[in-house]
């Protein structure tokens, strides 16, 4: 197997993203209709980690307003005109293919973000990831009631977390 690389994802890569996100999260499902559109609605942000012989990973983000969190598997319908973050719902990897690898997909996040004028990233923590979105520049945010209830959604230990990017 080659190291792995990230690539732009294509609709033939849906069902392998449908597959590695029903391994790493059972917990979480969301239909591949919600892939779809998130890869549809904003195509730059949505990339898969391709092993030549296997797509092992993927990771999908789209423009957004911080504070506030997309439906877990719930369908966008459009992206916000005002989006003032790219909101990265998702990076998954599959274990054997781990090793700096979400590494590589967030600096790519972070310069579509700049490059469209965002100056923040945002996403939700679970599985006690924290702290490796710490290393790579995310600070967890203080919750209102609203913010909670959505939280409460995704796991026990879900945190909202944002990177402004004007501050690195």
Same mark, same amino acid.
């Given at each position: =197997?080659? %190291?792995?690389?990230?690539?732009?994802?294509?609709?033939?890569? &849906? /069902?392998?993203?449908?597959?590695?996100?029903?391994?790493?999260?059972?917990?979480?499902?969301?239909?591949? *209709?919600?892939?779809?559109?998130?890869?549809? &609605?904003?195509? @730059?942000?949505?990339?898969?980690?391709?092993?030549?012989?296997?797509?092992?990973?993927?990771?999908?983000?789209?423009?957004?307003?911080?504070?506030?969190?997309?439906?877990?598997?719930?369908?966008? *319908?459009?992206?916000?005109?005002?989006?003032?973050?790219?909101?990265?719902? @998702?990076?998954?990897?599959?274990?054997? /293919?781990?090793?700096?690898?979400?590494?590589?997909?967030?600096? #790519?996040? *972070?310069?579509?973000?700049?490059?469209?004028?965002?100056? #923040?990233?945002?996403?939700?923590?679970?599985?006690?990831?924290?702290?490796?979105?710490?290393?790579?520049?995310?600070?967890?945010?203080?919750?209102?009631? *609203?913010?909670?209830? %959505?939280? #409460?959604?995704?796991?026990?230990?879900?945190?909202? =977390?944002?990177? @402004?990017?004007? #501050?690195?």
């Amino acid at each position: =197997m080659s %190291k792995p690389h990230w690539r732009p994802a294509r609709a033939s890569d &849906l /069902a392998a993203i449908s597959a590695i996100a029903a391994r790493i999260h059972p917990a979480l499902f969301e239909r591949s *209709e919600v892939f779809a559109e998130k890869m549809r &609605l904003c195509p @730059d942000g949505s990339r898969v980690l391709d092993a030549d012989v296997a797509i092992v990973g993927y990771g999908l983000a789209h423009p957004w307003k911080q504070h506030r969190i997309p439906p877990l598997d719930g369908l966008l *319908e459009r992206l916000p005109d005002d989006a003032d973050c790219l909101y990265v719902h @998702d990076v998954a990897v599959l274990p054997d /293919a781990r090793g700096g690898t979400a590494r590589a997909y967030v600096a #790519a996040i *972070e310069k579509l973000a700049r490059l469209s004028g965002i100056a #923040a990233l945002a996403l939700v923590s679970v599985y006690a990831t924290r702290p490796l979105w710490e290393r790579f520049g995310f600070r967890p945010v203080t919750t209102n009631a *609203e913010l909670s209830a %959505k939280l #409460a959604s995704y796991d026990k230990g879900a945190t909202y =977390m944002l990177r @402004d990017l004007g #501050a690195t």
